[in-house]
């Protein structure tokens, strides 16, 4: 009798405890946690980008690209005269601001992604090439270079009545 109610009493709890647990679930234990001191670090450049056809930035809207443009010749030894850089006129140039997060344990040499975006007037970055653009963490030290074609997302179409467009082109 004994064990007659005692297996009645242990098959009762088997069940109430499967039936009212509810499923575990896993997680891995990167999600949950962090190390001390290691993260992601956040980088800025100002720069420059050419080739463009057309689709730069203004000279009239825009004073600091003329300004980058004559001191970035200056660095590389050209002498634009004083009276002259009134006169200047680049609609290929769009002055931009690069970022990027700098992953944790990055080794010198690995490649970054950056995000170029235009700080002027420019209508497009398509078909430009980044100048060379120091990335400055937040201690004002470069962390990395950026430097070469654009690629840009998405596509357009455009027609006589209609354009269309998807993504960030």
């Given at each position: 009798?004994?064990?007659?109610?005692?297996?009645?009493?242990?098959?009762?709890?088997?069940?109430l405890?499967?039936?009212?647990?509810?499923?575990?679930?896993?997680a891995?234990?990167?999600?949950?946690?962090?190390?001390?001191?290691?993260?992601?670090?956040?980088?800025?450049?100002?720069?420059?980008?050419?080739?463009?056809?057309?689709?730069?930035?203004?000279?009239?809207?825009?004073?600091?690209?003329?300004?980058?443009?004559?001191?970035?010749l200056?660095?590389?030894?050209?002498?634009?005269?004083?009276?002259?850089?009134?006169?200047?006129?680049?609609?290929?140039?769009?002055?931009?601001?690069?970022?990027s997060?700098?992953?944790?344990f990055?080794?010198?040499?690995?490649?970054?992604d950056?995000?170029?975006?235009?700080?002027?007037?420019?209508?497009?970055?398509?078909?430009?090439?980044?100048?060379?653009?120091?990335l400055?963490?937040?201690?004002?030290?470069?962390?990395?270079?950026?430097?070469?074609?654009?690629?840009?997302?998405?596509?357009?179409?455009a027609?006589?009545?209609?354009?269309?467009?998807?993504?960030?082109?």
């Amino acid at each position: 009798m004994f064990k007659s109610c005692f297996g009645k009493i242990f098959w009762a709890t088997t069940t109430l405890i499967f039936f009212l647990t509810s499923p575990a679930h896993s997680a891995r234990i990167k999600d949950l946690s962090s190390i001390e001191g290691v993260r992601s670090n956040q980088l800025i450049g100002f720069g420059l980008v050419i080739g463009l056809t057309g689709t730069g930035d203004s000279a009239t809207n825009v004073f600091f690209s003329i300004q980058t443009i004559v001191s970035m010749l200056k660095k590389l030894g050209v002498t634009v005269p004083t009276a002259e850089v009134d006169q200047l006129k680049f609609k290929n140039i769009a002055t931009v601001i690069v970022t990027s997060d700098l992953p944790p344990f990055a080794k010198q040499g690995d490649h970054i992604d950056v995000t170029v975006s235009s700080l002027g007037d420019s209508k497009s970055l398509q078909g430009g090439t980044l100048l060379m653009t120091p990335l400055k963490g937040p201690d004002g030290n470069t962390y990395a270079v950026a430097q070469g074609a654009l690629s840009i997302g998405g596509f357009s179409v455009a027609g006589a009545a209609r354009g269309i467009q998807k993504n960030h082109l």
